[in-house]
């Protein structure tokens, strides 16, 4: 894959009604490829298919200091820069996805 239009048959299969949930697995353990891929699906698939939920699988720290800005508690601001996790229209690209 090149470019994000690479993408179109699988947002093509996903636009199915009877599709609730996207999993995202990752083989690569780390690579900056699959956190590039997952965010623009995640972006587009929050953006433009009515998805509204990510569940994260990761490590006890990371997930913590996550939920803790999703929440909105004090000093957690920090882990946007930290984590460079994107904001995607009021959600957070941290997946499963729901619709």
């Excluded at 697995?25 to 699906?41: L, Q």
């Excluded at 929440?71 to 957690?76: A, D, F, I, T, V």
């Excluded at 994107?86 to 957070?92: D, R, V």
Aim: aromatic share 12%; charged share 25%; hydrophobic share 30%.
């Amino acid at each position: 894959m090149r470019t994000s239009t690479d993408l179109r048959p699988l947002f093509e299969d996903i636009k199915s009604d009877d599709v609730d949930y996207v999993l995202l697995g990752e083989a690569s353990h780390g690579t900056s490829d699959f956190y590039r891929w997952r965010t623009e699906i995640t972006t587009h698939l929050i953006s433009n298919d009515g998805f509204s939920f990510i569940a994260v699988e990761g490590d006890w720290p990371d997930c913590y200091n996550v939920n803790r800005y999703v929440k909105g508690l004090p000093e957690s601001k920090k882990v946007l820069t930290m984590y460079s996790i994107p904001l995607i229209g009021g959600q957070h690209g941290c997946g499963q996805i729901k619709r």
